[in-house]
Nanobody, 118 residues
């Protein structure tokens, strides 16, 4: 299973970016996809996930970020609007298995850097 994240970059506060994550080696439509991020000196944190029931978000990004997927292209997206300096991090995509009521993320992409200047 391979995941390739792209779309990061440098943007001013208030700007937008769209991250993409192309996957291969797994039946994409059957799996939950998620985005996580890790800022320097901080733990990796959940950002958003999408399943067949729709998307879920961390409180810190609700109303600003939107996760979506294109099953025909095996790709998940993260549209990030109204970016803030505290959104600066390396963003990772991941694919998960559903185990009971939980998601177990078992494959990860390489990460893409997002930097938001003030």
């Amino acid at each position: 299973v391979q995941l390739q994240a792209s779309g990061g970059g440098l943007v001013q506060a208030g700007g937008s970016l769209r991250l993409s994550c192309a996957t291969s080696g797994r039946t994409f439509s059957r799996h939950v996809m998620g985005w996580f991020r890790q800022a320097p000196g901080k733990e990796r944190e959940f950002v958003a996930a999408i399943s067949w029931n729709g998307g879920s978000y961390a409180d810190s990004v609700k109303g600003r970020f939107t996760i979506s997927r294109d099953n025909a292209k095996n790709t998940v997206y993260l549209q990030m609007n109204s970016l803030k300096p505290e959104d600066t991090a390396v963003y990772y995509c991941a694919t998960a298995l559903v185990v009971g009521t939980s998601y177990e993320y078992d494959y990860w992409g390489q990460g893409t850097q997002v930097t938001v200047s003030s």
